[in-house]
């Protein structure tokens, strides 16, 4: 388990708190129709943190062709039709490009600077000339509007219960999942990026935000920076 993280529940827990089971579970929004709107069709995507292909499954089944990595073995055994690889994101080194490097469930915000400087670098090493970075931000009010919850259309109670500053700008974050059957909780570490944060973090990678492709400014598309 990575330090300051925690996960409870059935099943598998990975090192980051997720549990196995829960992500098989949870159901995908509009991401992949917002994904297939910013990029080129049949697209290959590298996707850093896949998880059990919650995303990876309809990206597939719209036309792109996925390498899907995640640091959980467990997690990948879910992933179907596409190729995985095993390792953490921020030493990737697959010696490729790809049209679009995703970068998604909000692990631009990680705890740990020199983790997301590794990650937003394997970004930046890993896409082609010409193409381009998705990033998935946290809301603005994600670590301020506490607690809150909301009923998932499939019928769980997702609660974030709180987020407590520990350090450095950081905040460590439990959240709660309730279904009929089963509970899990993941408690986390996150830092909290204003736009302006954001957007700064890119340029140290040698990335830049092409365009916000949500109004809420979530989904970014982002593309290297012309040397």
Same mark, same amino acid.
């Given at each position: 388990?990575?330090?300051?993280?925690?996960? =409870?529940?059935?099943?598998?827990?990975?090192?980051?708190?997720?549990?196995?089971?829960?992500?098989?579970?949870?159901?995908?929004?509009?991401?992949?129709?917002?994904?297939?709107?910013?990029?080129?069709?049949?697209? #290959?995507?590298?996707?850093?943190?896949?998880?059990?292909?919650?995303? =990876?499954?309809?990206? !597939?089944? /719209?036309?792109?062709?996925?390498?899907?990595?995640?640091?959980?073995?467990?997690?990948?055994? $879910?992933?179907?039709?596409? $190729? =995985?690889?095993?390792?953490?994101?921020? =030493?990737?080194?697959?010696?490729? /490009?790809?049209?679009?490097?995703?970068?998604?469930?909000?692990?631009? #915000?990680?705890?740990?600077?020199? +983790?997301?400087?590794?990650?937003?670098?394997?970004?930046?090493?890993?896409?082609?000339?010409?193409?381009?970075?998705?990033?998935?931000?946290?809301?603005?009010?994600? #670590?301020?509007?506490?607690? %809150?919850?909301?009923?998932? /259309?499939?019928?769980?109670?997702?609660?974030?219960?709180?987020?407590?500053?520990?350090?450095?700008?950081?905040?460590?974050?439990?959240?709660?999942?309730?279904?009929?059957?089963?509970?899990?909780?993941?408690?986390?570490?996150?830092?909290? !990026?204003?736009?302006?944060?954001?957007?700064?973090? !890119?340029?140290?990678?040698? !990335? %830049?935000?092409?365009?916000?492709?949500?109004?809420? %400014?979530?989904?970014?598309? +982002?593309?290297?920076?012309?040397?």
């Amino acid at each position: 388990m990575r330090e300051g993280y925690e996960g =409870t529940g059935p099943g598998a827990i990975t090192p980051d708190g997720c549990a196995v089971e829960l992500y098989s579970r949870l159901s995908v929004g509009d991401e992949p129709d917002i994904i297939a709107s910013a990029v080129p069709a049949g697209a #290959h995507i590298l996707e850093l943190g896949s998880g059990v292909g919650r995303m =990876t499954h309809p990206l !597939l089944e /719209r036309g792109f062709t996925v390498t899907a990595v995640d640091e959980s073995a467990e997690m990948l055994e $879910r992933v179907r039709g596409a $190729r =995985t690889i095993c390792g953490a994101i921020e =030493t990737l080194d697959l010696g490729e /490009r790809f049209d679009v490097v995703m970068l998604a469930s909000f692990l631009v #915000h990680a705890g740990d600077v020199e +983790v997301r400087r590794g990650m937003l670098d394997v970004c930046r090493s890993h896409v082609a000339d010409g193409g381009c970075v998705l990033i998935q931000r946290e809301g603005e009010n994600y #670590h301020t509007d506490l607690p %809150r919850e909301r009923l998932d /259309r499939s019928g769980f109670t997702i609660r974030m219960l709180s987020a407590e500053p520990v350090g450095d700008g950081v905040n460590s974050v439990r959240a709660e999942y309730e279904f009929p059957d089963a509970v899990w909780t993941q408690t986390f570490l996150a830092r909290p !990026l204003s736009k302006e944060e954001f957007e700064g973090t !890119l340029a140290e990678s040698g !990335l %830049r935000v092409d365009r916000y492709l949500t109004e809420d %400014r979530v989904w970014v598309r +982002v593309v290297p920076v012309e040397e």
